[in-house]
């Protein structure tokens, strides 16, 4: 089975490390949207368009699922991406907010996603009583895509996203940004050992493996072996190295246009 993911940049590898270590057998393509980095701060339209573009690309790859690895186009373009694929597609938002058991929680996300409330109005979906509270954090995807993970000024940032949740004594975390796995190691310092911590990309894979099974037969039908690929809207040169960094591979990235008029790979 291949399954296409994309992201605006690195955040989806978290993703697509998980799914990985579920489902060792699948292949992948990847798409990061280098060119609009970050999705996080732009329009409601903006991300619409930028998810026609995506989901039309893609429909043009051979995948047999879609994974929606940005939270931001999840937030905002789920129906769209839903309505252009006609392959099953798994998304974060929807894959957690059916897990979660506990009664305070907090979700830090892009503002763009943070905006649109996803979070708060799927948990309320499953379990009406939860609190939940929203903490948009403009300044981790920058800072994360130049890898300045370990610097004060993170740090110093981090605390002051993480002390409004704190105040209002959240038991939970929810990464609602698939870039913010990848600064767990501060964030735990941060927290209080009492919060847990939750990365939606574990139910999204969990939900992508039982699909996976359900259809193990109709897969190994199929007697060819796809490859996996990268793909990068803008900054081909550098992104192997971001791969070698965050999943130890260094893999061939191919440059792709998404504008509808030059849809080229
Ligand atoms: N990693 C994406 C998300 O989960 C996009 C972040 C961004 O580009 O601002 O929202």
Known sequence: MRFGLFDSGVGGFTVLKKVIELCPNSSFI???????????????????????????????????AFLVACNTTNAIALDLLKKNLDVPVFDLIGSVASTIQESRVGVIATPSTVRTKAYTNAIL?????????????????????????????????????????????????????????????LLTKILPPSVKLIDPAKALSLKLKLFMDSKMSDFSKKKFLVESKFYVTSDQKHFPLKAKHWLNVFPEVNLVSLHKQGCVS
Request: aromatic share 10%; with cysteine.
């Open 30 to 64: 990847y798409l990061a949207d280098t060119a609009r980095l970050p999705y996080g701060l732009k329009t409601t339209d903006e991300i619409m368009q930028i998810a026609e573009e995506i989901s039309s690309w893609f429909s043009q790859q051979n995948i047999d």
């Open 125 to 185: 979906k499953y379990k009406p009583k939860t609190f939940v509270i929203e903490q948009p954090c403009p300044e981790f995807v920058p800072m994360i895509e130049i890898n300045n993970i370990n610097s004060e000024d993170l740090a110093n940032v981090a605390i002051g996203y993480l002390q409004p949740l704190l105040s209002q004594k959240i038991d939970t975390l929810i990464l609602g940004c698939s870039h913010y796995p990848l600064i767990t190691p």
